[in-house]
DNA sequence: ATTAGCTGCTAATACGCATTAGCAGTCAAG
DNA sequence: CTTGACTGCTAATGCGTATTAGCAGCTAAT
């Protein structure tokens, strides 16, 4: 059977010979209020909301308090197809968990542009939808964040981001750090020649790495090797690395990483027998590859909860967001090892 | 404090020196209206909406008039968290891809529930923001799904669904078929002792491979094996199974597999030299296992692509729906083989 | 007897948008 | 110069709820 007609407050309020205002107070009145209706006549408009098994419209309830409990999540490349599946999973995975606890629900914007043109200001944009939103993604549009940035909408960035005409509000991992850390660790077992396979911005997330490993240079630490091209023929870095005389690498790619191995493999050289290897981050479900690099942890679920709730916090306090930068530690894994004295 | 103050179209119309009602019929006026708007004021109202970003209020447009360009999508699962990740994530990524191309958005309902207890019906009520709604999950409470049927919100089930107080509008995979297909290619191979290792219901995706699996049966196949508890010891399964004298076991649970598979292997046996193992349905992620098990492929992202579909038809339509299930291609593996004339 | 205060309600309004009726103004035909 | 059609808009209303202001009737205190 089909419903005929959604009942309204109005309908209640005639069944209970009472008006349309004593019906919501009786719902969900404040106290204040509700101590002013007896409760002869509250029992009365329960009984006929029991009875007809009326429920109060969530559209039109929102719509008279002006905020949706939405969340926007707005990602710079289609969230699941397979290829970013995995990169924006753990994400998500913290965004619904926190959204979840502060009762609010996700919107995933699909984005206007298909596939790699996403735009948050396109034609339709439906960002303002939600209460606010969540912006994540590789690359993201520096004309747009500026834009964001200078407008009143709450948002927060997962990913540190450059101040943009003003500064993003953002939770994003400590890579700087982590970088640093790694090369410290390189340091202690003795290694003083290190190679740099990786760009050097203007990412963000690669900058930073960067500015991490640059910076934990000298003090009897050298850079003998810098290729900053990504995705090169593997023998080819296998053989800039050999004649650099570097002991360790730093990959900034684990895709790179992973095909110097093999390729080193292949040659009969071992890692980290013959030199370490260390990638700048984890990856998560990297291409098959049996070995456990050295690497540290990007807390991807943790950035997702603690985005969010800066978000909600954006929403109901008005609070201006700030920057956050989560501890990136450090992974043991099995590729680096002591400095090999070389002969 | 409250949230931003969002632009509504009176400021548009204030901006663009036009009312309130120029401003809607710009944006969504039927082309008879449209007609009697020449393109200079047209322009200037779209010049105005693109500069300030302004994005119609759902809330509101659901509010006057039903519909606002968003599918929800609840699961009885939080969707994210590690162990449902890999089970919903190829769905969800069928359904992002047809809404984008349908142009809706997605509201993920995070549940009333924590954890779970997740409800549709909890006491927001929040999926109807949504114009319709996917439903998926591995366990739905029937009383809801009834429930759902009765009303008239545009849904559609993620899976075969048995009737609730009337046919449930789905999109499922054919298991039956699946398992027989594979319960035939078994017997082509000479196997006439099989072992089910698996509930036999009452969840419909388990009873359609016991269905599957019972109606091949007969015409020289037997049953000669029924554990229907998961999760027992593989060495207890591995025991039973050896002294049933069954050639070939279909297992439900592809851990079950996994771990009578590691059992049989630590005794010196060999799948399928001893017995063959036949997995019913696709399991993404296995639990790190290098065999290959011969079973059918679940084709989840189309069954979310289609679903949408399906659900965009009711809502945009008021179609009624139907039931689809797709078939699921048998995946060769190499754990069936012919079947070992036991001593 | 006036006032103050309380009780038990209701009227009115806001929320943001869609939609319809219709108002002025122009222009061409009669 | 009247009529009618057409143009370019706007005022007004409704959607279902939350919320505030306030009204009428009564009691108790001054």
């Known amino acids: 059977m089909a419903a005929p007609k959604r009942l309204t407050q109005h309908d209640i309020a005639k069944l209970a010979g009472v008006s349309q205002a004593t019906v919501s ?99 339709g944009n439906r960002l303002r939808i939600a209460d606010g939103c969540l912006v994540l993604g590789r690359e ?8 964001l940035v200078s407008g009143d909408y709450p948002f927060v960035a997962i990913g540190r981001r450059e101040d943009a005409g003003g500064p993003v509000p953002y939770v994003g991992g400590d890579y700087a750090n982590g970088t640093r850390a790694l090369v410290e660790k390189a340091r202690a077992l003795g290694h003083s020649k290190l190679a740099y396979i990786g760009p050097p911005g203007p990412a ?41 005389g570097a002991t360790v690498a730093f990959f900034v790619e684990l895709a790179d990483a992973v095909r110097v191995e093999a390729a080193a493999r292949a040659r009969g050289l071992s890692i980290p027998g013959d030199f370490s290897a260390v990638v700048l981050g984890s990856h998560i479900r990297a291409e098959r590859s049996h070995v456990q690099f050295t690497s540290f ?40 090892g002591p400095a090999k004295r070389r002969t």
Chains 1, 2 share one sequence.
């Open 297 to 336: 942890d990007i807390p991807r679920e943790e950035m997702g909860r603690q985005a969010t709730a800066m978000l909600v916090r954006r929403i109901e306090s008005g609070d201006a967001g700030g920057q956050i930068l989560l501890t990136c530690e450090p992974v043991e894994g099995e590729t680096l």
């Open 25 to 123: 107070l009786v719902l969900n009145g404040a106290p204040t209020a509700l101590a002013r209706i007896p409760q002869e006549t509250r029992e009365r408009v329960q009984q006929v909301i029991r009875t007809t098994g009326y429920v109060a419209d969530p559209i039109a309830r929102r719509m008279a308090k002006g905020l949706n409990r939405i969340l926007g999540v707005f990602t710079y490349e289609p969230a699941f197809p397979s290829a970013q599946a995995d990169f924006f999973t753990p994400f998500l995975l913290g965004i619904e968990e926190e959204a979840q606890i502060q009762n609010y629900d996700l919107l995933l914007l699909t984005g206007a542009g298909v596939g790699q043109d996403r735009k948050i200001f396109a034609d």
């Open 204 to 244: 963000e997330s690669t900058a930073d790495r960067w500015s991490g490993f640059d910076g934990a240079l000298g003090n009897g630490l050298k850079l003998v090797l810098h290729i900053e091209a990504v995705g090169r023929a593997a023998d080819e870095i296998l053989d800039a690395l050999l004649g650099s």
């Open 140 to 147: 993201f549009d520096r004309a747009e964040l500026t834009r």
